[in-house]
């Protein structure tokens, strides 16, 4: 079975991550998706599947290597989707040999996939697509990954010709709300050094994110009748509008690309009493980051000089670390799939990710995890779209770096 086809058979799996359940996981369709892979890692061949109670799915590819002795290596990809855009009711279509301009994804409501807006259609003229009808996301990020890793095991078992080590296979819940790492069991895993499934691009290998907080404010009213509210009320919701007009507006993700962090309203509900504001806080630069936390302090304390102590609230909360400086000291991960993706013909790309993965905070609980692609695109929109031979050339890089890895047992 080829990876799209995995993919296309995910999209039933109405998986999305829910952030205000503090339960593991999140929402009980992930629990359902990874049991469902449990099965179909045992009908592959893949040994010592287990699935626990908040959803966590490991399994092992024994090596094929006697006395096998060198690095164990794994893979890695989250089973859950988004869920601030609709995830169920998946309608799937290939777009056979691209021909170069827009794609009509619907009919119906005229929704199109534009070439203008998407530069990167441009790499996969004459290629196939898989794209949804415009009206959900497809769950590339990250089913696809999820479907390369088990085609890539498939592919190892059916061609036992192919050396390579030990490789575990994980599959985590929970990614998309920040808390995939949460409860991975490192040690039961049980590899040295692993990858992360989860990017674009075939040609991607990614290994510096966000260092990442996230800041709730809270902003206590006083509610009274408006037609005698003068010099009585104080209105939360202006506040609030009040305390988001005080960040840089220079500094919101819509400003802002490459090494350049960011303040992001993504959540914002109350009334003239309560308002409560969240925002994610971004910077690849740990002390610049700093600096966004207490910006938002800053402003918090402004406020409540302004209109009475304890008005403005704010809790912070680191999320993750740029994981480049636990995967610099292990840059073998790197070269590695550099050499691999050169000899499959691509060109490596190293951007800085505007996010975080799973590996992020891996990398921290000590499993080197830099991130590498999927073939995939516009995640988190309606017009996701993936390349069915880029999804190929994703297995075949996974298997590359698996017998990259072997040959320290075969010298």
Same mark, same amino acid.
């Given at each position: ?25 999140? +929402?009980?369709?992930?629990? !359902?998706?990874?049991?469902? $892979? ?6 592959? /061949? #893949?040994?010592? =599947? ?19 002795k060198g690095a164990v290596i794994g893979f890695l990809a989250h089973m859950d989707v988004v869920r601030d855009v609709p995830f169920t009711n998946i ?35 004459? +290629?196939?697509?898989?794209? !949804?009808?415009?009206?959900? $996301? ?6 696809? /990954? #999820?479907?390369? =890793? ?86 939360? $919701?202006?506040?609030a509008m009040e305390f988001n007009a005080m960040l840089p507006k220079n500094e919101r993700p819509e400003n802002t690309d490459h090494y350049e962090g ?22 690849h630069d740990l002390n610049k980051l700093e600096e966004k936390k207490t910006t938002v302090k800053e402003i918090a304390s402004n406020l409540n000089e ?106």
């Amino acid at each position: 079975m080829r990876a799209y086809e995995r993919l296309i058979n995910y999209t039933k799996y109405e998986t999305g991550s829910v952030s205000d359940n503090s339960n593991c996981p999140s +929402s009980m369709e992930q629990l !359902t998706f990874a049991k469902a $892979l449990a099965e179909e890692m045992k009908s592959v /061949g #893949i040994q010592n =599947i287990s699935v626990d109670k908040n959803g966590y799915v490991i399994g092992t590819i024994e090596a094929n290597i006697d006395d096998w002795k060198g690095a164990v290596i794994g893979f890695l990809a989250h089973m859950d989707v988004v869920r601030d855009v609709p995830f169920t009711n998946i309608k799937t279509k290939i777009i056979e040999k691209y021909d170069g301009t827009d794609i009509l994804l619907n009919d119906d409501k005229n929704i199109f996939l534009s070439l203008k807006d998407n530069d990167s259609l441009k790499s996969y003229i004459g +290629s196939d697509l898989l794209v !949804t009808d415009g009206t959900s $996301l497809l769950g590339a990020d990250d089913k696809a /990954g #999820i479907a390369e =890793i088990l085609t890539m095991a498939e592919k190892l078992y059916q061609h036992p010709e192919i050396k390579h080590g030990t490789i575990k296979i994980g599959f985590t819940p929970d990614e998309e709300i920040g808390r995939g790492a949460d409860l991975f069991d490192v040690k039961l895993f049980g590899a040295d050094y692993a990858y992360t499934v989860d990017g674009e691009t075939f040609e991607e290998v990614e290994y510096e994110t966000f260092n990442a907080a996230s800041a709730n404010v809270t902003i206590s009213g006083v509610n009274i009748h408006p037609g005698t509210a003068k010099g009585k009320m104080k209105n939360a $919701l202006c506040i609030a509008m009040e305390f988001n007009a005080m960040l840089p507006k220079n500094e919101r993700p819509e400003n802002t690309d490459h090494y350049e962090g960011f303040y992001h309203l993504d959540q914002m509900d109350g009334i003239v009493e309560k308002t409560n504001l969240h925002y994610l806080l971004r910077d690849h630069d740990l002390n610049k980051l700093e600096e966004k936390k207490t910006t938002v302090k800053e402003i918090a304390s402004n406020l409540n000089e302004k209109y009475g102590e304890n008005t403005v609230r704010v809790e912070i909360k680191d999320s993750y670390y740029n994981m480049a400086e636990q995967i610099k000291p292990h840059w073998h991960l790197i070269e590695t799939a550099y050499e691999a993706i050169k000899e499959l013909g691509g060109n490596p790309i190293s951007n800085p990710v505007r996010g975080g993965t799973d590996g992020s905070r891996l990398s921290f609980m000590g499993l080197p995890c830099p991130n590498l692609g999927t073939g995939s695109h516009n995640h988190h929109g309606k017009t996701e779209y993936a390349c069915i031979q880029a999804m190929d050339q994703c297995v075949e890089l996974l298997i590359k770096i698996a017998e990259k890895y072997s040959k320290n047992a075969l010298t």
